[in-house]
């Protein structure tokens, strides 16, 4: 027969003390026992939470603490790039059009310059021509006036040789206006 | 070399067990047995098993987290993984806010019960003691071993279950409040108006009278289930040694067939730690379940 056999049987058939009673004498669930057995338990587990569990734990909540706290400086860190690249962005698209104005307002000031140097140009040219022009009129008018007297001085010198006789200052005056009023301007 | 010398220990633990079975192991009480009294103390040899289990614990937690790095390596990663895991775990049926003030509790049962129940598989529990001699001592008790299976002692599982159900009354009433407590056992579940409401006072309160016998039979069923296991346990190792141990041949090969009891009761010690813990923090989490809490003062 098997031992736990044996200790059953072995069992006296005492008076019952009834369920409670029968319970507690088979597994000696007695006060002293059971006591004993809290207070030791009470010692175990404070011991286990102060020296076993409170380190563990303390590490681990430590260890969350700091992988929320990264968890939080890799978002703001993705926030900061996202603002960073929207503000990267519009800076380019304002540089773009800031770009855009300032060719458009080259071109403008290089037509308007280009314009205003033709202008220039165009004024210079007139400048220069009436300058030309007057020049030459005084040129001609010059070479009309010198012709004009080479004429009547020849005209005069002529005339004193065909006639034999010296001319005076007023009959060359005369001479010539005669002689110029027919030759015309 | 490590390992060597692991089973050279494994091997000399074994070799004092034989010797110490020789002198005269009697049979597996259904009681743990008094080795020594310290004032109105007894101290017994299941008690001295859950010390030396709490300081096995406590040196290993001394060693894991005595040189802490950032990133874990060896017997910190293992004790990290193993506390890590159980904390998610309880998280899930507790939730976050419960489970930072009660993670204490729950994590110290399952290590402890755990723990001691593998310990109670080691050569030498149960078998190494003194023989006991003398005109008053018992013929069926005449063996007292130094060590027994922590939590086959129906003493210490009481004290385990009377403790939770102390701190469960304790965590319900400052989740809830005193009258909050009492409205989440009677008080009817659902919004009722009118006539049907005191039918559905009168329903809900004889429930609640079942939900309070119930309350009280927790601690009961807690600490015979695991008692009832591991005795259980125990006793079919010891059978099975000595059905298979005895003659020429049991003497030297009585050993093996124990051998695959020894894997399921390494399955049965975990299977135990994870039903009691889970029990007690669904226990817990039943009562401090705010939703239905909320759906009873609206029923009000």
Redesign the interface.
């Known amino acids: 027969m098997?031992?736990?056999f044996?200790?059953l049987a072995?069992v006296p058939p005492a008076e019952s003390e009834g369920v409670v009673g029968d319970i507690s004498r088979?597994?000696?669930?007695y006060w002293?026992?059971?006591?004993?057995?809290?207070?030791?338990?009470?010692i175990?587990?404070f011991?286990?939470?102060k020296?076993?569990?409170?380190?563990?734990?303390a590490?681990?909540d430590q260890r969350r603490e700091r992988i929320a706290a990264g968890e939080e400086k890799l978002k703001r860190i993705e926030k900061q790039l996202a603002d960073s690249e929207a503000s990267t962005a519009a800076a380019i698209a304002k540089a773009n059009e800031e770009a855009l104005r300032l060719i458009a307002e080259a071109k403008q000031g290089a037509a308007a310059f280009a314009e205003q140097k033709t202008q220039e140009a165009i004024a210079q040219a007139q400048q220069i021509l009436s300058k030309a022009e007057a020049a030459g009129n005084a040129d001609r008018e010059r070479i009309s006036t010198e012709l004009k007297r080479e004429f009547g001085r020849l005209v005069a010198a002529t005339t004193s040789q065909v006639t034999g006789k010296v001319l005076t200052a007023d009959d060359q005056h005369r001479i010539n206006e005669e002689a110029l009023s027919k030759v015309g301007n | 070399m490590r390992s060597l010398a692991t089973i050279l220990s494994f091997w000399l633990l074994c070799l004092a067990s034989a010797f110490g079975a020789e002198g005269g192991h009697?049979?597996?009480?259904?009681?743990?047995e008094?080795l020594m009294k310290i004032g109105?103390?007894?101290?017994?040899n299941s008690?001295v098993m859950?010390?030396i289990v709490?300081a096995f614990?406590?040196l290993?937690?001394?060693l894991?987290?005595r040189n802490?790095k950032l990133i874990p390596s060896g017997l910190q990663n293992g004790?990290?993984w193993l506390?890590?895991g159980l904390?998610n775990f309880l998280e899930g049926i507790l939730g976050a806010a419960l489970v930072k003030k009660t993670?204490?509790?729950f994590?110290?049962i399952f290590?402890?019960i755990l723990f001691t129940n593998w310990f109670g598989l080691l050569p030498g529990v149960g078998t190494v003691g003194i023989k006991l001699e003398g005109s008053g001592v018992d013929q069926?008790d005449i063996f007292r071993p130094f060590l027994r299976g922590g939590n086959a002692?129906?003493?210490?599982t009481?004290?385990?279950s009377?403790?939770f159900a102390v701190l469960w009354f304790y965590w319900a009433i400052r989740e809830n409040s005193l009258k909050g407590f009492f409205a989440h056992i009677f008080a009817p579940k659902g919004k009722f108006v009118g006539f049907i409401l005191v039918p559905m006072i009168l329903v809900f309160g004889f429930v609640g009278v079942l939900e309070v016998i119930s309350i009280l039979f927790r601690p009961v069923a807690l600490s015979f289930r695991l008692?009832g296991n591991v005795y259980a346990g125990e006793?079919i190792l010891?059978?099975i040694m000595?059905?298979f141990g005895t003659g020429n041949l049991g003497e030297w090969f009585g050993w093996i067939p124990v051998i695959p009891f020894y894997f399921l009761e390494l399955l049965v010690g975990l299977i135990q730690a994870l039903v009691f813990m889970l029990l007690t923090s669904v226990f817990l989490k039943l009562i401090c379940d705010h939703g239905d809490h909320d759906h009873g003062d609206h029923g009000h």
Request: charged content about 10%; glycine content about 2%; proline content about 6%.
């Open positions: 098997l031992p736990i044996e200790i072995a088979s597994f000696k669930v002293p026992q059971l006591v004993s057995q809290f207070i030791s338990f009470a175990v587990i011991l286990l939470k020296f076993a569990f409170g380190p563990i734990q590490m681990l | 009697d049979h597996l009480p259904l009681h743990a008094e109105p103390l007894v101290v017994t008690m859950v010390w709490a614990v406590i290993i937690a001394q894991a987290t802490m004790v990290e506390i890590e904390y993670f204490w509790f994590a110290t290590i402890l069926h002692d129906l003493n210490m009481v004290a385990m009377v403790t008692y006793s010891e059978n000595l059905l």
